[in-house]
């Protein structure tokens, strides 16, 4: 059930149905000639948000203030026992079980990689679940075989295939790490995640540090684009998401 609100709440959060949600109803009064004052504030507010809600400026500094939440407690004086990968870096549409196609949050699976080839951590748990589809299987398997083709030993891998959101991953980890004797964990995930994956992991009882990666705004100021752009509106659905995500799971008891 709370998988299912999650996704229609998704969708609620998504800019460009408010878009929709406000431009339809507005045009609809305006031919019809009635109720002129409502049929422009909803008119008003559909254009006020693609224009707003696509500027650089504003989204770039959106996203700054939720990756700066993200803080490194990696150790360096410590060998894990094993890091944690969480899922969230395949594009389904565009896979096949032998062709991944990756999406933006592809440094997850290479920063695990790394720590792994370089004696960091001595295992990994890979956690993701089913794709959508029973030809692709979990997104876990995927990244799992990704693992082995760069030269990790199979051995060294876990594999955890049922997750379908972070609350999942955390508390399906803390059974794999407690089965498998693992005490020091490395959780890895993209800096924008990071308070909502610590907080899901903590309320589970599993303690890990943190090594975020895959930043979107390092500094806003950089960004040399100026006018509004389609891809801005996407990233403030994702930021509206990934806020609005944490206050629910907040509210639920599924963050510490």
Not at 140 to 149: F, K, P, S
Not at 202 to 222: F, I, Q, S, T
Request: net charge neutral; glycine share 8%.
């Amino acid at each position: 059930m709370f998988f299912l609100l999650s996704k229609t709440l998704d969708l609620a959060l998504d800019p460009l149905w408010w878009v929709l949600a406000s431009l339809i109803p507005g045009l609809v009064l305006l031919l019809r000639g009635t109720r002129r004052r409502l049929a422009i504030g909803l008119c008003s507010f559909a254009v006020m948000v693609l224009v707003v809600g696509s500027t650089p400026a504003l989204v770039d500094r959106l996203w700054h203030g939720l990756e700066d939440d993200a803080l490194v407690t990696m150790r360096v004086d410590v060998t894990y026992d094993a890091v944690v990968l969480l899922g969230g870096t395949i594009n389904p549409l565009g896979s096949t079980r032998t062709d991944p196609a990756w999406n933006d949050n592809i440094e997850r699976l290479i920063t695990t990689w790394k720590l792994l080839s370089t004696g960091r951590a001595r295992s990994v748990i890979v956690t993701g679940g089913p794709l959508g589809t029973a030809s692709l299987g979990s997104e876990a398997e995927l990244l799992a075989a990704q693992l082995e083709a760069w030269g990790i030993a199979h051995e060294r891998i876990v594999i955890e295939a049922k997750a379908l959101n972070t609350r999942e991953n955390a508390s399906y980890t803390k059974e794999l790490a407690a089965s498998h004797g693992f005490t020091t964990l490395l959780l890895v995930t993209s800096a924008y995640h990071v308070p909502r994956a610590v907080g899901c992991f903590r309320a589970a009882g599993v303690e890990v540090d943190v090594l975020p990666v895959d930043y979107r705004v390092r500094d806003p100021a950089h960004d040399a684009h100026v006018l509004p752009r389609v891809g801005y509106l996407d990233d403030l659905g994702q930021y509206v998401h990934e806020r609005v995500g944490t206050l629910v799971y907040r509210v639920m008891g599924y963050v510490k």
